[in-house]
């Protein structure tokens, strides 16, 4: 059965540096949504990206944010300059639109550690 | 916006009893209900989903109803067993073919089944 990838499953970086965080979502999936988890609270929704743009995103998701699909499989999500508070799970998840089109699935995460 | 709230947060069984997660939303446009099974350090996987046309649905040990009257909906797993130990989800969505429905997530159930 495909599966959502995303690399690294772990990254550290230090306070104000970049990071990219890499999803493979699944290849005839049109719909792609990033989520993230600050451990021991919700996952919380941060953006969705539909034919090429961004559809929908959410307060945490300010101008340190972006995301690109810059070749047609990859979905990254960028944050410019990082924060402590940016420390959490971030889930990649995509979704179809024929069968079961409500059911994003999701990828295992990336850990990103903010020192 | 919608607001998912999950009860409990930890839930410790016997082999072989029953367990019941519950789950609240705020949103009565919401229309679909997935529940998702996380084991540690693998991805969320869905289990069991429901749409707000029906009022439950069953598959094998794992049942989910819904009262959307009320603004509820569970998760019923019978005859538990080890591998059911994970934490577990609900999210509430607006669910359509083409719209974005990203999801808001419950606070997550850890279960624990005791052999």
């Known amino acids: 059965e495909p599966e959502v990838t995303q690399t690294p499953s772990h990254q550290v970086t230090q306070m104000g540096q970049e990071v990219i965080l890499r999803c493979v979502p699944i290849?005839?999936?049109?719909?792609f949504y990033w989520y993230r988890q600050i451990l021991g609270q919700k996952v919380e929704f941060l953006v969705s990206?539909?034919?090429?743009?961004?559809?929908?995103k959410s307060e945490i998701f300010d101008d340190q944010f972006s995301v690109e699909r810059p070749d047609g499989s990859n979905f990254t999500l960028k944050i410019r300059s990082t924060k402590l508070e940016d420390s959490a799970m971030y889930f990649c998840?995509?979704?179809?639109?024929?069968?079961?089109?409500?059911?994003?699935?999701f990828g295992p995460g990336t850990r990103l550690t903010v020192t | 916006g919608e607001n998912v709230e999950q009860h409990p947060s930890t839930l410790s069984v016997q082999e072989g009893d029953s367990a019941v997660i519950k789950c609240t939303y705020s949103?009565?446009?919401?229309?679909?209900f997935p529940w998702y099974k996380q084991e540690l350090g693998k991805r969320p996987q869905l289990i069991i989903d429901?749409?707000?046309?029906?009022g439950e649905k069953k598959d094998q040990r794992i049942a989910v109803t819904l009262n959307k009257t009320a603004k509820h909906f569970s998760l019923h797993i019978t005859e538990t067993q080890p591998e059911d130990s994970a934490v577990y989800f609900c999210?509430?969505?607006?669910?359509?073919?083409?719209?974005?429905?990203?999801?808001?997530f419950g606070s997550g159930t850890k279960l624990n089944v005791k052999p």
């Open positions: 999210a509430a969505s607006i669910g359509a073919l083409y719209n974005f429905n990203k999801f808001y």
């Open positions: 990206f539909y034919n090429n743009e961004i559809s929908e």
């Open positions: 949103d009565s446009a919401s229309n679909y």
């Open positions: 998840a995509s979704r179809g639109t024929s069968g079961r089109f409500n059911e994003q699935y």
């Open positions: 290849s005839n999936h049109l719909y």
């Open positions: 429901i749409r707000s046309n029906v």
